[in-house]
DNA sequence: ACAATTCTCTACTAAATTGGTAGAGTATAA
DNA sequence: TTATACTCTACCAATTTAGTAGAGAATTGT
């Protein structure tokens, strides 16, 4: 159930530009730096999410990444899937990779597994990169 | 965020194990045909479950696998645990693997991981084997 | 025009993980 | 004592993960 390196390396880059978003661009450097990502690394990881269509980029001198679109727009799930792929822990329940279970009735474990990446949606794609950087702290729901 | 196959081949033999609790033993070759896993695969899945303690077994003709204890004082999630390692997407919010960030305060991820964790926690801590062999299914809470 | 800067694109790679397989060994029942 | 069924050690190919290397193309400032 675990999120690669490649994932959270994306979702720390975009808290950051978030964060500078109308202030400016981000030269992948200075993430690099301040995330402590590899900055070669980090170069193919903002290409995909460009390519996604979540940031956009400038070359050059005072060049740098930045959101296409407000952040409270772009949801952790969308960047999760960029790089990671669904959501579900079989890809027989997910909403996208639709890939239907060989015993579809039989299969009792696709209701539970439902359940699951409904829960994992729930969370990731009510949360927005506003959300995260908004210093205001929100009380949490579950368990400690 | 996806189970691996060898976690789903244990659950669905954990599944078999569950519905012939008391009825008796299964041999590895019958949940292995009925579940189309290669045997020795899940010979090798079957170990880790028992080494865990949540089936044992018994050897020479006549032998098999069975629970150890009633399949409602199992739950997915121990099994999912013992075969893929801790829910968590990131492991500084496992409950289990205690490692924590480096940037303990400032790690805002860490907080909406945390909620990710309790939600799938919620979910497969809370259903077990019996839950799954029973024929009257329950209405699923959650979208669609 | 030109140099410096910054993103871009193709390619490569080492290490770990995944999804198995092979085969000899040990316990049990009939 | 033989057939059956789990056990244990070891191996393995393919894929994924987590990067690295380096030349190229666009943009800015001089």
Redesign the pocket.
Known sequence: MKL????E?ALRAMILLAGSYRTG??????IAKREK?????L??I??EI??AGLIR?????????EFCMPPQKVTLAQVVRVI?GPLAPLSCVSRYAHISCPDEKKCKLKRVMLEVRNAVARVLEQVTFADICSENVQPMRGET
Chains 1, 2 share one sequence.
């Open positions: 690669s390196k490649k994932a390396y661009l981000l030269r992948i450097q200075d990502i590899p900055q070669k690394f170069e193919n903002l290409v460009k390519t980029s400038k070359r050059g001198a005072a060049g740098g990444y990671d």
